[in-house]
Each structure stands twice: as C-alpha cells, then as structure tokens.
C-alpha cells in the first residue's frame, strides 16, 4: 500500500501575520505612534538605507541616510519656520542621531559653520562666518573656539594665536591692518596683558600712524615674555 507524502507542518497564522507586517526594503509612508512619517528604506524592521522622516509636531524634516533605525551617513536637517517658510539647518556627516564629521551649521542666512564636528557640536577644526561679516578659521572644542586659531575682522584687521572657552587666551598677535602695526603678546580671557607693539606694513596701511614706533629694545626681550606667560597663563 503505498504511503502518503509527509506535508510540510501548516504555519501557524500568527507568525504569517508577522512576517507580512516586518518592514523589509522600500515603503510608501509609514506612520508611528506619535504621527510622525518615515518614507523610504527598511531593513529588519528598522529604517536603512535612504529615507525622509517629518516630525509632526514641528514640521521639520530630515532627508538622508538612515542606519540601524537611526541617523547614520550624510543628511540634511530643515527647520519649519512658523510662517511657514523652510530653511535647512544642517546638511552633513551624522552618527547615531548626532552630527558628526564634516558638516555645515546654518544660524541664519548670513551666519554659518563649516567643519568638524563631534557628538551633534563643533570639535576639530572649523570656519565660522559671523553675520557682522567677521570670521573665524581655527580649532573648536564643545561649540567653543578653543586651541589655535583666526579672527579677521570687517576691516580685515586679525587675531591670530591661541584661544580658551572661546576667548583670546595664551600667545597671540593682533594685527592692525589698517594702521600698519602688530601687537605680539600674552592674553587672558580676551583681554591683552602685555605685548610688544611694531610697526607692520605701515607704508601700505589705509590709515597709517603719524610716525613710526621708534626703534627701543628690551635686554631680554625672551625673558619678558617668558615671565608674563608664567604670570598670567600658570599651567
């Protein structure tokens, strides 16, 4: 008598059910709890790949890459103003929700960072464009210039040395473009302690000074320094 064919065990309807409703590849729009939308890639059930997600609440969006259900990759962040007008706030490197890498920080129109950053502030190096037309070139520690860097003004005069908790702070030379001067010295939080005051490219300075600095010298020019920086900046 011949035998039947063994069947392969009926699945049961629930897990038909769940492995229907696992999120796997490309999808229209999909809604969370809170409302929010999310188009664009799955993987495992977690959002990979390319996608735009809205928060509801405010409007704002952000299209990019996603990884592992979060942030990950390059992106663009765009903030929904209250008259209803766009404006992109951020377009960079993100890590696990934060920005990260190289990017570009958008304050206003006329104000912005670009550069480095590390867990969602600016850290490494970075150039900030300041809406009075100033600028920074220099390093950055926790969204404040801290280390070596350059401030040019409006009027291109510049501050060229060291910075602490985003203030002049260690040796720096301050150069007065407009007059044809430098002043080479020790600054503590933003304020010029000491220095040494010379004449620098006076004779093709917009408005030079009257007369040059006359020629006086320090015995020990190198020891003066030395003892302010011990004074003013103690380790």
């Known amino acids: 008598m011949a035998k039947s064919a063994n069947k392969p065990p009926t699945e049961q309807l629930w897990k038909q059910w769940d492995r229907k409703a696992r999120k796997e590849g490309f999808h229209s729009t999909i809604y969370s709890a809170n409302t929010d939308q999310y188009k664009g890639e799955w993987k495992n059930d977690k959002k990979h790949g390319k ?32 008259d209803g007008k766009y404006q992109r706030l951020y377009a960079g490197g993100w890590k696990d929700d934060k920005r990260h890498g190289y990017g570009n920080l958008f304050f206003s129109d006329n104000e912005y960072y670009e550069g480095e950053f590390y867990a969602d502030k600016r850290n490494g190096w970075g150039r900030m464009f300041y809406a009075d037309g100033s600028t920074y070139e220099g390093q950055w520690l926790d969204d404040k210039r801290h280390g070596t860097g350059m401030l040019r003004l409006v009027n291109d005069n510049r ?27 020790v600054w503590v939080d933003g304020i010029s302690k000491m220095g040494e005051m010379k004449d620098f490219g006076r004779e093709q300075a917009i408005i030079p000074t009257p007369y040059a600095i006359p020629d006086l010298k320090l015995e020990n020019p190198e020891g003066v320094l030395a003892e302010a920086e011990a004074n003013f900046l103690p380790e």
Do not use: A, P
């Open 51 to 82: 996608g735009v997600y809205i928060w509801k609440d405010s409007g704002d969006f952000y299209e990019g890459d996603f990884s592992n259900d979060k942030r990950n990759g390059f992106g663009t962040l765009t903030k929904k103003s209250e």
């Open 159 to 185: 501050y060229e040395g060291e910075w602490h908790n985003d203030k002049k702070h260690g040796h720096g030379r301050f150069f007065y473009v407009t007059r044809g001067q430098v002043l080479d010295g």
